[in-house]
Every structure is written in C-alpha cells, then in structure tokens.
C-alpha cells in the first residue's frame, strides 16, 4: 500500500466538521476518483494529504512516512521529493518559459533528467512551445505544462484538484488522456478531485465524500 489515511479528522477554525473519521487507501500506480459535492471537504483532504495542511486527528502515512512525524521543513521535503499536486489554475509562474516551468521542481528537488524532461515534453505536445511564457500559452497548454512539471520529479503520488475544471471538452478530454497515460507509464499512483461523473468512470476507483465520511 503506498497511501494510508486512518481515521482523519478536519475541522476549520470556528466552523463545523469538514472530515470526520476520513478513511482510504491507495496503492503503488493506482488511481482514485474522489467525488462529493461542492463544500464536501474534497479539496481540504487532497491539501491534507498533499502536507499543505495538518490534520486535527487520524494518521496518514505515505510509505513508511508517518505525517504525525514530520515539522514543517519534513513536511516541505515530502512536497519537493514525493507528492505532486495539479490544480484547477494551472500555477505556472509567469515569468518563466514553459521549458522553465516545466523543470522547475525537479530543480528544486535536485532531480532534473533531462531524457524525462525531454519525453515528457514530446508526449505533453510541448515541442514549439518551451520557449514561450504562460500568457501566451493556452489554458489545455498551460495545464500540459503543469502536468509535466508535477511529473518530472516521478512522484510516487499525484494529487489533482479538478484539473480539467477550466478547460472546455476537447482540451479537457486530452488533458485527461495525457494525464492517465503518463501516470501508467511512470508508475504514479493518482488521486483526482472531479464534480464529472464521465472523468471518475475512467480511473481505477472512487470514493465519494459526503457529511464529511467517504461513502
Ligand atoms: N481555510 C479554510 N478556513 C475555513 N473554512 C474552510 C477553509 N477551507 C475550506 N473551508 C470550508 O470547509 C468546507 C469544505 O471545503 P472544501 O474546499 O474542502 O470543499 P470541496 O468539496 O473541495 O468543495 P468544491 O467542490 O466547491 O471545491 C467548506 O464549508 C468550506 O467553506
């Protein structure tokens, strides 16, 4: 099993329970739709289990990593080396090219492999874009990019936040494509946060949030 979270638990400063008593599992290249309505707590456990955000009471444990365990700086090693996260806008930072963008945390990781960088470019469709800054990059282009970014630090795990939430059908559908191929290839376990009943059908399982319990 390469995700474990045990019983967790969220609840915002002044405001009612978000999560309560969340279980889940997910294995090594597994992939999991995460559904709920709007306000369900979706994006407050993907950002849990991203270690952007501690849990009020559970365990989650990434491999033999314990987040009970780790201060802010281990909490930081986990988000360059081991958790990739895409969401719903794109990220990117505007004054870099693509090409920058694209390898900047595996950079920051000291993981830069440039043959990866390469494929993934080739495989996102980046060719003739690298060279161009976000601004002039579509909204199916710009997510492309970040798709390659968060994967050229072959995490073992990908959290997507509604990825395809800005971009109309055609660029949703081949943003989607790309994505699950590419986590296929690598061998990254993924779990998406989708409102479309169409995009969940296509991973490996779901899990439906709802009254702050996976149903
Ligand atoms: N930082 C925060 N401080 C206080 N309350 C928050 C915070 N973040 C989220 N909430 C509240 O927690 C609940 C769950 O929010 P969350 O964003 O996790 O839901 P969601 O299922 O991702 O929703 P959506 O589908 O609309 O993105 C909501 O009631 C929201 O208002």
Known sequence: MLLSVDRVSKT?????PVLREVS?????????????????????????????DVADAGEIRLGDTAYAGLDDAGRAALRRDRVALVFQQFNL???????????????????RDAAWLDRLAERLGLGDLLSRHPE????????????????????????ADE?????????????LDLMLELVRESGTALLLVTHSEAIAARLDRRAHLAGGRIA
């Open 12 to 16: 915002y400063a002044g405001g009612r």
């Open 24 to 52: 889940l599992t997910l294995d090594a290249g597994q992939t999991l739709a995460l559904t709920g309505e709007s306000g369900s707590g979706k994006s407050t456990l993907l950002n849990l289990i991203g270690a952007l």
């Open 93 to 111: 930072i505007p004054s870099l090219t693509a090409a920058r963008n694209l390898e900047f945390h595996a950079r920051l990781a000291g993981r």
């Open 136 to 159: 002039d990059l579509s909204g199916g282009q710009q997510q492309r990019v970040a798709i390659g970014r968060a994967l050229a630090v072959r995490p073992a795990l990908l959290l």
């Open 163 to 175: 990825p395809t939430g800005n971009l109309d059908e055609t660029a949703s559908t081949s943003v």
